[in-house]
C-alpha cells in the first residue's frame, strides 16, 4: 500500500501549457504517472505531446477523465482560484507546487476548503512520490517537481517541509538499500493544507510503511504537535531532523513559514521535544537516513 497516491492515481495538471508545468509534466509521463489530462483556459481542445488532452475548466476535465488528484503549476496570483476550482470540481488531492501565494489568499482557502472532501497538499511545496516496483521504480505515482529517478518502492515513509531536505532523505534510503513508501513534501509557507501530524496519522495507519523519517525546521509549532501525537499513538520508529539551527531569532529565512516567533519556534527547543518524544533526532542532514535505521535496529 502507500498514502494518498499509487500507480492508478488519475492526474490532471493546471498549467500544462506554461515552461515548468509542460516540463514536469514530461517527466511525471516518463516516471509512469497517469497523467489524463491538463488544464489552460482558453486551450481546450488541443493536446498536451499529441497525447494528454487539455481543457478548459478543471471541472470538465474530472468529467471526462476520472481523475482525482491535481498539481496546480499556475502562477502566486491565480493559484489560490486554481485550488478553489480544483476543490469545486471535486478533486479528491491537490497538489499546489506554486510558491509565493499571498497569505490573504490562502486564509481564503484555508476558510473555503474546512469541511471539504478535498486534501490539499502545499502550497510551495515539492507533491508527492509513490515509487513504482519496476525497474528504476517507473511505474509509480510522481506529482510535483520531485526527481523521480533517486525513489525505490520500500517501507519508509517520509514527510517534510522542505523540498532539498526530502530528496536528501530519499536519496540517502535508496543507496542503503531502503525504499520508500511515499513521500510527501508539506510545503514550506505559514499557511498550508496538509500538516506533519496528518501525515504521520496516514503512515502510522499504512501496514506497508513500517518506519518514518520526519523533517522539520523552524517557526511554527507543526513538528512539535506530531512529535507529541507521535508519543502516545504511534510505535513505529521515526526519525527527525530540524533545519535552521543557526537562523538569527526574528529573521525569515527563504521559507515563508521559517521564522521563530516562539518559545518552542527555534531548531533546539523542537529538536529536545522530538528527543523526548521518543524521536531519533540527526544532527546534522548527512545522517537522516542513518539515524533512522539506528533507531529501526537495522
Not at 494518498?4 to 498549467?15: R, S
Not at 481564503?108 to 509513490?130: F, H, Q
Not at 521559507?255 to 544532527?283: F, M, N, S
Request: hydrophobic residues 40%.
Amino acid at each position: 500500500m502507500s498514502i494518498l497516491i499509487d500507480e492508478n492515481t488519475k492526474v490532471l495538471i493546471q498549467g500544462i501549457t506554461g515552461s515548468f508545468g509542460a516540463r514536469h509534466t514530461q517527466l511525471s509521463l516518463e516516471y509512469g504517472t497517469k497523467v489524463v489530462g491538463g488544464v489552460t483556459p482558453g486551450k481546450g481542445g488541443q493536446k498536451f505531446e499529441n497525447t494528454v488532452p487539455i481543457f478548459d475548466t478543471v471541472s470538465e476535465a474530472v468529467q471526462e477523465t476520472g481523475a482525482t488528484a491535481s498539481a496546480i503549476f499556475v502562477p502566486p496570483a491565480f493559484a489560490a482560484d486554481a485550488i478553489l476550482e480544483a476543490a469545486d470540481a471535486g478533486v479528491d488531492l491537490i497538489v499546489c507546487i506554486t510558491e509565493g501565494i499571498p497569505v490573504m489568499d490562502m486564509m481564503r482557502v484555508k476558510s473555503m476548503l474546512a469541511g471539504s472532501k478535498s486534501r490539499l497538499v502545499g502550497p510551495n511545496c515539492p507533491g508527492l512520490v509513490t515509487p513504482g516496483r519496476g525497474e528504476k521504480s517507473h511505474g509509480g505515482c510522481r506529482i510535483g517537481i520531485a526527481p523521480g529517478y533517486i525513489h525505490k518502492r520500500g517501507n519508509v515513509g517520509v514527510v517534510s517541509r522542505s523540498g532539498t531536505l526530502t530528496y536528501e532523505a530519499v536519496w540517502q534510503l535508496t543507496q542503503l538499500g531502503y525504499g520508500q513508501s511515499t513521500c510527501v513534501g508539506i510545503g514550506g509557507d505559514p499557511i498550508n493544507g496538509t500538516s506533519h501530524l496528518d501525515v504521520l496519522q496516514m503512515f502510522n495507519e499504512d501496514p506497508e510503511t513500517e518506519a518514518i523519517i520526519l523533517i522539520g525546521e523552524i517557526g511554527g509549532n507543526a513538528e512539535v504537535e506530531a512529535a507529541r501525537w507521535a508519543k502516545e499513538n504511534c510505535k513505529k520508529p521515526i526519525a527527525g531532523f530540524i533545519a535552521g539551527a543557526t537562523a538569527p531569532p526574528g529573521r525569515r529565512m527563504g521559507h515563508a513559514g521559517a521564522i521563530v516567533g516562539g518559545e518552542e519556534d527555534t531548531a533546539q527547543a523542537k529538536k529536545r521535544i522530538l528527543a523526548e518524544c521518543g524521536i531519533a533526532v540527526a544532527e546534522t542532514p548527512g545522517v537522516m537516513a542513518r539515524t533512522l535505521l539506528n533507531a529501526w535496529g537495522k
